[in-house]
């Protein structure tokens, strides 16, 4: 389809006809918008007869939805204004302005597609609504120069302009759809690997083994994206390989922590020496490991705080992994009795006030013993298990003793205390001799 030129369009504006094709368009772009709109809420009743967690068919069916959702208006506009074009070349008019609009829709298509699709590979963030509007701008500004008829003199112009690169010397207009090439490949390329990820997500295989491999998938089709649209700019690759290899040297030498910390990543998702979710201990930082990335992993502590510890510190340095083959962890609860308390009955209270928590495994059963003698009363000590030690110790050791007191009340058991007890030794007053001692 061939737009008119700016006389053409002068022109056509001067007629008495142009009001009646203005109101013509007009009455198509409003049909045009009632239907998409009845289109849309027919789409979101069918929506609901596939369940969110349809899979991958469910996620296709999302994405291809929410896809055609944006392109009802102009798709629909378009059909409209076509068969009105085919009425205006029966009745012998030539619909100039139709011709515009309709470029004008597929041009809005095409940014709605854009947009859409960035959204759809890269998560909300500002420079993403500033390159959705360079998108917008760019397709516009074509639009307008291809209306008004002077694109052609734009790419012969940016096709004189040579640009040198090294021994190379590449146009301007070259060099403009060479960056296109390679913005589209790699995008294309983070689409696929998002798939690919999302994918290996709900695999059936080990949470470290999942993130390896759509880590080095991703890397993977970066990789080749580049090597493809690379030689589309009129880059040559051999030129590179000097270049790329002084690169590697500098980069080894000045990113050095770095590198370390990325390899160290991949080394802990290999081994599978931490996985999210265990309970591990680096120095002071004690937590549950929430997110580990090929830089550093998150440890997120029972007081709500995250600390982010560097992949290269967990190589390097003694981490206690309470989870890494079994996540039964063992705690114990000191108390003391008086030396003439019945112990027997006060160890078996302890068991049961262990037995009594939900949280307390059952297997290996708790179990109370006679620590040591000490100088106000007997030390006694229990022991439990607990498979969950992500949720913390504290809430359940208070509820263990809270129900060891109130059980020892109940049954007249004393937790002694330090106290001193004074005797007066002697008969006469200027010779008293004080003993402190201690019950």
Not at 102 to 121: D, H, K
């Amino acid at each position: 389809m061939t737009l008119p030129s700016i006389d053409a369009l002068t022109h056509q504006l001067s007629l008495d006809s142009t009001r009646w094709e203005l109101a013509l368009i007009a009455a198509c772009l409003v049909l045009a918008g009632f239907i998409a709109r009845a289109l849309v809420r027919h789409q979101r009743a069918d929506a609901e007869v596939i369940p969110p967690d349809a899979g991958r068919i469910g996620m296709a069916a999302r994405l291809g939805r929410e896809g055609l959702r944006r392109l009802f208006f102009p798709l629909t506009g378009i059909a409209l204004l076509t068969c009105a074009r085919i009425g205006y070349g029966v009745l012998g008019l030539e619909p100039v302005l139709i011709h515009l609009v309709i470029a004008l829709l597929g041009a809005m298509g095409i940014i709605r597609v854009i947009v859409y699709a960035l959204r759809q590979v890269f998560a909300p963030a500002g420079w993403l609504s500033t390159f959705e509007l360079l998108i917008s701008l760019t397709i516009w500004s074509a639009w307008v120069m291809h209306a008004l008829d002077v694109l052609p003199d734009v790419i012969d112009w940016l096709d004189s302009q040579q640009i040198t690169l090294g021994a190379q010397k590449l146009s301007a207009w070259a060099l403009i759809q060479g960056s296109a090439w390679v913005l589209v490949t790699l995008i294309a390329a983070i689409w696929l690997s998002s798939l690919v990820e999302r994918q290996l997500m709900h695999a059936r295989m080990d949470s470290n083994l999942r993130i390896v491999l759509s880590r080095l998938s991703k890397v993977a089709l970066m990789f080749v994206a580049l090597m493809v649209t690379l030689p589309l700019v009129g880059i040559d690759l051999t030129a590179l390989s000097v270049f790329g290899g002084a690169l590697g040297v500098g980069l080894g030498f000045g990113l050095q922590k770095v590198m370390a910390n990325y390899v160290s990543g991949f080394i802990i998702l290999l081994e599978r020496s931490i996985r999210i979710g265990d309970l591990i201990s680096v120095g002071t930082d004690r937590g549950q490991v929430t997110q580990i990335t090929t830089r550093y992993t998150v440890v997120r502590g029972l007081t709500g705080v995250e600390s982010i510890i560097p992949n290269e510190l967990l190589i390097s340095s003694v981490v206690q992994n309470e989870g890494l083959s079994d996540r039964m962890v063992r705690q114990a609860v000191s108390v003391q009795v008086g030396y003439g308390d019945d112990v027997p009955r006060a160890l078996a209270i302890l068991q049961e006030s262990a037995s009594a928590q939900p949280r307390v495994l059952g297997e290996p059963a708790p179990s109370a013993a006679l620590h040591s003698f000490g100088d106000s009363g007997i030390n006694l000590e229990l022991g439990f298990w607990i498979a969950d030690p992500e949720n913390g110790t504290l809430g359940l050791r208070s509820a263990i003793q809270l129900e060891i007191l109130r059980r020892f009340r109940a049954e007249g058991i004393e937790i002694p205390f330090p106290q001193r007890e004074v005797r007066v030794v002697g008969d006469s007053s200027d010779d008293t001799t004080l003993r402190e001692t201690k019950t």
